[in-house]
């Protein structure tokens, strides 16, 4: 079953997804060229149209890379987030295209006023800069003020969420937040 964009499980869904429709649709032009190459002597008809399927099935091939390269962050991280307040919004295996730059975000948890994003824990410090730098530059052109924190340790994220950001959750402006949370999920993949 597809999971929706932001859920975990999301990535493992879509790799899942695209390598069936890769090796159904691939099945699907063998036997055709063999049909039209052994059964059918005379017409090309069934070449053609499997000349013409084999671009949609190249494209499902390299969806199936795309999504190949990224691994899903542990779902007890997930899960232990979500448990804080059902206030916030939580995402899960952002993958956020912006121009050439692609960044894989873990976990985002997104309130009215801040986003929150964790990231692998082998990036340098030079890379946190650059992966909250592509936020903010998603976010301020629609006119949003919210503060970007990202982190490249679960921990230090997690006290930060529980300290910092679920004691400010008593006026939450739903609207903004779940703005903020399409604003992610508008520019992920």
Known sequence: MRQPKGEYGYIGSQKRSYLLLTIIGFLIILTLY????????????????????ALPEAQFLVKYILYRQY???KEEVYRKFEK????????????????????????AVVSDKE???LI????TRKQVFEYKELIEKLIKPKGYLAQVKVYNDEQAMYSYVITQLSTL?????????????????DNSI
């Open 34 to 53: 063999i049909i039209d190459r052994y059964v059918f002597t005379k017409g090309n008809v069934l070449l053609l149209i499997t000349v013409l399927l």
């Open 71 to 73: 691994k899903e962050g």
């Open 84 to 107: 804080i307040s059902d206030r916030l919004v939580y995402l899960s295996s952002l993958v956020v295209v912006r121009g050439k730059k692609t960044l894989f975000y873990q976990i």
């Open 115 to 117: 986003i929150i994003l």
């Open 120 to 123: 692998d824990e082998k990036k």
């Open 169 to 185: 959750l008593n006026n939450v402006d739903t609207e903004n937040q779940v703005a903020l949370a399409n604003v992610l999920l």
